[in-house]
């Protein structure tokens, strides 16, 4: 993987390098996608927008990215992906598409990691709907309070953007102490 800018500034976390490499398609439609620092905790952060995962060269980059974790033994936080919707809506589109799907649930159970997905006041989150979420922790940023009938996932809920990265941290180190058998064990009771 290489990188092609190193000064990119996410709003929540100290330092950042993005990453790219896709020789095949392009790098794919993120916001950001590559190393990120926030209070010393060192994670691979994948930012999306409405258009992310609906080409290839998403998930091929997805895939990377997420192998790189498992290389250096960092957390993965998704922010504003919807791996769900979009694995859902693509699966019968082609063969390859398909296949890049599957390899990418494959590789998000076998994480020995915590997986974080953050939803932020630009995604449109139904707490009450009950949307389902491929990670270990959820953590949603609101306008205001609501309750949710989440069960499964760790859930933080916070009205303040600033309280995001208090959260994140929080939640991260939390999940680290869990042991991996619980962790793919819940993680497999989500995908289901």
């Known amino acids: 993987m290489s990188s092609l800018n190193f000064h990119y500034q996410h709003p929540l976390f100290e330092k950042t390098i993005q990453l790219y490499g896709d020789?095949?398609?392009?790098?794919?439609?993120y916001e950001f996608a590559g190393l990120a620092e926030l209070n010393n905790t060192k994670v691979i952060l994948l930012h999306g927008n409405p258009n992310t995962l609906e080409q290839p060269a998403d998930w091929r980059r997805f895939q990377r990215l997420i192998n790189l974790a498992q290389r250096l033994k960092?957390?993965?936080?998704?922010?504003?992906?919807?791996?769900e919707n979009a694995a859902t809506t693509q699966h019968n589109t082609s063969l390859a598409l398909a296949t890049a799907i599957q390899n990418t649930k494959i590789q998000l159970i076998k994480m020995q990691q915590p997986i974080v997905a953050v939803y932020d006041?630009?995604?449109?989150?139904?707490?009450?709907g009950g949307e389902s979420v491929w990670g270990d922790g959820l953590i949603i940023a609101k306008q205001h309070n609501?309750?949710?009938?989440?069960?499964?996932?760790?859930?933080?809920?916070?009205c303040e953007k600033d309280a995001i990265s208090k959260q994140l941290v929080k939640l991260l180190n939390e999940l680290s102490r869990k042991?991996?058998?619980e962790l793919t064990t819940d993680r497999i009771q989500s995908f289901l």
């Open 121 to 128: 006041h630009l995604y449109e989150w139904d707490t009450q």
């Open 74 to 83: 960092k957390p993965v936080v998704l922010w504003n992906i919807h791996l």
């Open 146 to 158: 609501e309750d949710s009938q989440r069960k499964q996932h760790t859930l933080e809920i916070v």
């Open 179 to 181: 042991p991996i058998e």
């Open 23 to 29: 020789r095949v398609g392009g790098q794919g439609n």
